[in-house]
């Protein structure tokens, strides 16, 4: 309604990619002062480190923008219904973005036992849990059409994304995603048990 708080904006979004993060969107459109994106932040997301909670915000938006400038096609096409590992598919000299979206996280890693990652990915609210004989695996549901799986055991670790949106978006959006939620993982495995290191002791 006009004269009232907000009465100009066009849209609103809810980001809520795992919890406690929750991103709020909104699209201004003022007749004195033009148009403006808003971004906001549930006061429970102050629990996620203020890079994370920034380049979530960024991501999406870019994704926004994407489409909007018609790149991507809105149609509803769903995850593939295969896994193709990062190293699959990725142009040369990719290597390093994955490279620097595990790092020093793969030192926490080896100390995370199974049934930690367990309860840490159930306080999440976001994403499935498995284990095999040698190791374990949590796949998430990034966007309607993209999900990953990250997969850690005695052979290391692997990327892996579903086939449609491993061949839809870029490598350097699909890494951005994949530490972002790795980074959520072992910040909850610590509140789980709290003798794994602090993330913040290797950056």
């Known amino acids: 309604m006009a ?3 907000y009465a100009t904006i066009q849209w609103v979004l809810r980001v809520t990619p795992f ?3 929750e991103i709020f969107l909104l699209f201004d459109q003022e007749p004195e002062f033009g148009t403006d994106l808003r971004v906001f932040y549930a006061r429970k997301s102050l629990a996620v480190p203020t890079e994370d909670a920034y380049v979530f915000a960024w991501d999406y938006v870019a994704l926004l923008a994407r489409y909007g400038r018609g790149a991507f096609s809105l149609e509803n096409t769903g995850p ?3 896994w193709l590992p990062f190293a ?3 142009p040369a000299g990719a290597g390093p973005m994955q490279e620097v979206s595990l790092g020093a996280r793969e030192e926490i890693l080896a100390k995370v036992a199974p049934e930690v990652v367990e309860v840490a990915l159930r306080r999440m609210d976001c994403g499935g849990f498995a284990q095999g004989a040698d190791y374990w695996e949590v796949v998430w549901p990034m966007l309607g059409d993209l999900s990953f799986r990250f997969r850690y055991g005695l052979r290391g ?3 892996a994304f579903d086939s449609h949106g491993a061949r839809k978006y ?3 959006f699909l890494m951005s995603f994949a530490w972002l939620y790795i980074n959520g993982l072992l910040r909850e495995c610590r509140q789980v ?3 794994l290191p602090k993330l913040s002791r290797y950056f």
């Open 80 to 82: 593939g219904r295969k």
């Open 3 to 5: 004269g009232r708080p």
């Open 88 to 90: 699959d598919f990725a």
């Open 193 to 195: 048990d709290d003798s």
């Open 157 to 159: 670790s692997e990327m």
């Open 170 to 172: 870029a490598p350097e």
């Open 19 to 21: 919890r406690p993060l």
